[in-house]
């Protein structure tokens, strides 16, 4: 990458860094296609390494306000979800996929729009893991179906939480990619050169919570979440 591509790069993750400090989930989703364009050989490895390192400083932060339970249920559905988005991949053509994952996620995203309130119960939270497994292995977008199914709680239990599911889904993705070869040099000094971006995208996260309320956040998390879908969308035609 030149000079100005890896500036252009670290814009998006600083922005992306402080969207999901602030509503729990969104740097995969903004900063994903930006690294794909322009080298998608530093994918996934790069985006699993800075969200691996996001999410630490998110638990830490929002610790006391982390729902385990919920973080365990969502984890159970997401092992089988992670599979099946593997073998997803593997049987669809990649516009076939893309097309019903971003779909997926628009419906539900109307549905809520329209009233729709999943609560959090444990098949709920274990179904949405599911989805969040598979299509974060699909699309590298795992965040709307937790953001939809943890919509209620407190902005802090929103990004606790979310912070705790999609840290220990980093840790395991993050094994996975190094036994097969995937983390190699060049991702390595990539990732500790927007690691900057990020540690300053995550203070700012905290300027930004201190005026957002629930409400607010949830209509973030909505948007963000329909914007994914569009970028999916837009990736995929």
Do not use: Y
Request: glycine letters at 14%.
């Amino acid at each position: 990458m030149t000079g100005l591509e890896i500036a252009l790069v670290a814009l998006v993750v600083f922005l992306a860094s402080c969207l999901q400090g602030t509503i729990g989930f969104g740097l995969g989703m903004l900063a994903a296609p930006v690294i794909g364009l322009l080298d998608p050989g530093l994918l996934p490895g790069s985006i699993v390494l800075l969200a691996a390192g996001l999410t630490v400083f998110g638990v830490l932060r929002d610790r006391t306000s982390v729902d385990f339970r919920g973080t365990g249920w969502a984890l159970l559905g997401m092992v089988p979800g992670t599979v099946a988005g593997a073998l997803l991949v593997a049987a669809l053509p990649p516009q076939t996929l893309a097309l019903a994952v971003a779909g997926t996620v628009l419906l539900a995203v109307l549905l809520s729009v329209c009233g729709w309130r999943p609560r959090p119960r444990p098949a709920a939270v274990a179904a949405a893991g599911a989805a969040s497994g598979l299509m974060g292995t699909a699309t590298a977008i795992g965040g709307p179906p937790m953001a939809l199914v943890w919509h209620g709680f407190s902005p802090a239990r929103i990004r606790g939480t979310m912070s705790a599911f999609f840290l220990a889904g980093a840790l395991v993705s993050i094994t996975a990619l190094a036994a097969v070869g995937s983390i190699g040099r060049e991702v390595l000094l990539f990732s500790a050169a927007l690691l900057p971006a990020v540690l300053l995208g995550f203070a700012a996260s905290g300027v930004v919570n201190g005026r957002l309320d629930k409400v607010l956040v949830r209509r973030v998390g909505l948007a963000a979440s329909t914007a994914g879908a569009v970028l999916v969308l837009v990736q995929a035609l």
